[in-house]
């Protein structure tokens, strides 16, 4: 049985002309008649204010738990965020993670920590919490985000924890909760979304909120890049520690 759905030649060929009569007009002629004529009107546009360091305060002693190159990262620019800042402590489960973010503060920000202060393993993030600190840099792969922040929360301590805070549903109503602790009782907690707190960004979403392109009707956002980093399992490694040192994959 034939197809009752065949286009005819002359069908064929009348589309073509449309076709090619879009192309003579111009797209953008086309674009314009589906749109209003009306310009956007934009409103007053407020620029965010972010400061290039925290203003002159009381001391901030912090402790990292995490110490691989994000929880290191995360250290040196807390010392770099202002005045009166100091890494007091750090905690790993590898040697190696302790060892290699004490050379990096030591070499680029003359902090010389003791080794009391630096603890390995699994429960090396209680050790931490015993010390006078006021914060802690929680940089750990995320899985173990929920427990380490329950942890800070019940310990009193003001949180920096990286993205992303949890793995599964079971751990983001976790960190849900222990936020709500937080919060009653006045502890500043900020995660590591460093798009909502970039000026650029920011300075965008004001010049959209202002209606400088009109009305947003639909939107698509991408972010490329190359992949995070990549370990080979080596000999001597655990499955479990293999797990861990290449968590991102």
């Known amino acids: 049985m034939g197809s009752t759905n065949k286009s005819s030649r002359r069908r064929?060929?009348?589309?073509?002309?449309?076709?090619g009569a879009i192309g003579a007009i111009g797209a953008s002629q086309l674009i314009k008649s589906c749109t209003s004529d009306a310009e956007p009107k934009a409103g007053?546009?407020?620029?965010?204010?972010?400061?290039?360091?925290?203003?002159d305060g009381q001391p901030i002693r912090a402790g990292v738990v995490g110490c691989g190159g994000r929880g290191s990262g995360a250290a040196i620019d807390f010392l770099n965020a202002g005045p009166n800042l100091s890494i007091v402590a750090?905690?790993?489960?590898?040697?190696?993670?302790?060892?290699g973010i004490r050379k990096k503060l030591k070499d680029q920000k003359d902090v010389e920590l003791p080794d009391a202060?630096?603890?390995?393993?699994?429960?090396?993030?209680?050790?931490?919490?015993?010390v006078d600190l006021d914060m802690v840099i929680l940089a750990t792969p995320p899985y173990f985000r929920p427990e380490h922040f329950q942890a800070c929360v019940e310990a009193r301590k003001h949180v920096f924890m990286e993205k992303p805070v949890?793995?599964?549903?079971?751990g983001a109503r976790a960190v849900m909760a222990a936020s709500k602790q937080a919060e009653a009782a006045g502890l500043c907690v900020v995660t590591?979304?460093?798009?909502?707190?970039s000026w650029n960004y920011q300075n965008v979403v004001a010049r959209i909120n202002?209606?400088?392109?009109?009305?947003?009707?639909s939107s698509n956002v991408y972010w490329n890049q190359n992949k995070l980093w990549h370990k080979d399992k080596q000999p001597d490694w655990t499955e479990m520690e293999f797990m861990l040192r290449d968590w991102v994959n």
């Open 117 to 130: 202060n630096c603890f390995v393993g699994f429960d090396a993030y209680k050790k931490l919490l015993e």
């Open 12 to 19: 064929f060929l009348g589309n073509t002309a449309a076709i």
């Open 192 to 197: 590591g979304t460093q798009r909502r707190h």
């Open 166 to 170: 949890a793995v599964d549903p079971v």
């Open 90 to 99: 750090i905690a790993d489960v590898f040697q190696d993670r302790i060892d």
């Open 210 to 217: 202002a209606g400088m392109i009109g009305d947003i009707v």
């Open 44 to 55: 007053p546009v407020t620029e965010p204010t972010i400061l290039p360091v925290a203003p």
